[in-house]
């Protein structure tokens, strides 16, 4: 499942710099409509492609992707 912008490929993951491999946990989109928004409250991610881009609202299943400017919303808390 992807959502709006960039869908990843089939990369092998590699963590380091610009690594998307890091907690969405009190993070917020930082561009436009969703702005402000938490990301652990948006759910058009599945978990195939956890890793969202915050100001493109995209998912990947590419740990290195969108410079850095993403997360892993499997890191998030289960939704109630």
Request: hydrophobic share 25%.
């Amino acid at each position: 499942m992807s959502c709006g912008g960039k869908t990843g490929g089939d990369a092998a993951p590699s963590a380091g710099s610009g690594s998307c491999d890091v907690s969405c946990v009190d993070k917020t989109f930082t561009a436009g409509s969703r702005e402000g928004e938490s990301v652990c409250g948006f759910d058009q991610c599945g978990s195939a492609t956890p890793f969202v881009g915050l100001d493109t609202f995209g998912c990947s299943n590419q740990v290195v992707f969108w410079g850095g400017n993403c997360c892993n919303v499997n890191t998030c808390p289960p939704k109630k």
